[in-house]
């Protein structure tokens, strides 16, 4: 874990709010060297990313928090998945030139942005909100949607460059947290800061240059990583999920089922006996005579 990948939770006393400052600097990098992303496709990952990790850090459940976005214009898909022990991974597919637009126009008339909120254990509570593509970035449609579908009034400010994801969260907390008047002040505080400064300072000297006037409790700060939970045998259980005429037929064609994640590219390959074993019978010689 890179010293850097970090995130910062904190409460102000004085204030009805809460907070949140992340950054991701080896997680980031671990994202951007499995593929050459497009600069603005950069950008909505890498706020995507560090969006992630703010939201789920104040879920107290045992599970993934996913952001994904779809589109039918030239980015067709954004993928964000961060779990409660501070893992994250990340993919992106698109199509042709990526011109800096806007994120609703790089999407195109369709585009959907989804967050999901997967348990570990029981798929079955799996709960999911459409996010609105209302704004220009990840953060404003991000920031709308708290306010519209969970009545949590909230601040996102969010940047990333080659090195570097990062980002902060304030939101306000109900009545009989402090003074009324200081979320308006709080808020209007955290509008300042600079992307630069998300970017190159330590969350101790943000929080001292927005908040030095507030009293902010500081928790202990939490380790964030990249990690991918890819596995030959979830693999081996998509490919039974496919069906063995479908493998079969593959299987008469290349020889082989070769299968690359996304998230961090693993190979994995799997070969005649392999599959015949998943299937517990000859997949290949079904193929041949449906064929016939």
Request: with cysteine.
């Amino acid at each position: 874990m890179n010293q850097h990948d970090t995130l910062q939770r904190f409460l102000f006393d004085g204030a009805p709010a809460r907070g949140a400052l992340v950054r991701l600097d080896g997680a980031w990098q671990q994202v951007l060297s499995r593929r050459a992303y497009p600069e603005v496709l950069k950008t909505v990952l890498g706020e995507m990313m560090a969006a992630s990790v703010l939201m789920a850090a104040n879920l107290k459940f045992d599970g993934t928090l996913i952001l994904q976005i779809h589109g039918t214009g030239a980015l067709k898909l954004a993928v964000v998945e961060c779990n409660n022990d501070r893992t994250v991974r990340a993919t992106a597919k698109w199509q042709g030139e990526l011109e800096d637009k806007p994120l609703a126009e790089l999407l195109g008339e369709g585009g959907k942005f989804v967050l999901t909120l997967e348990p570990r254990l029981d798929k079955s509570q799996t709960w999911q909100g459409i996010v609105a593509l209302e704004g220009d970035s990840v953060g404003q449609m991000l920031e709308n949607y708290m306010l519209r579908s969970e009545q949590l009034e909230t601040t996102l400010v969010l940047a990333c460059d080659d090195n570097t994801a990062a980002g902060m969260l304030l939101q306000r907390l109900p009545e009989g947290h402090g003074e009324a008047e200081g979320w308006t002040r709080v808020q209007m505080l955290g509008r300042t800061l600079k992307s630069e400064e998300l970017l190159q300072l330590g969350a101790e000297d943000i929080l001292h240059r927005l908040f030095h006037e507030e009293e902010v409790r500081v928790f202990e700060r939490e380790g964030v990583s990249f990690n991918c939970n890819c596995s030959r045998e979830r693999v081996g259980d998509m490919l039974i999920m496919l069906g063995g005429q479908e493998v079969g037929e593959v299987m008469l064609e290349q020889g082989s089922v070769e299968i690359v994640c996304d998230y961090c590219n693993q190979h994995y390959v799997f070969d005649e006996e392999d599959v015949n074993q998943l299937f517990d019978f000859d997949v290949v010689e079904a193929a041949r005579e449906a064929r016939h």
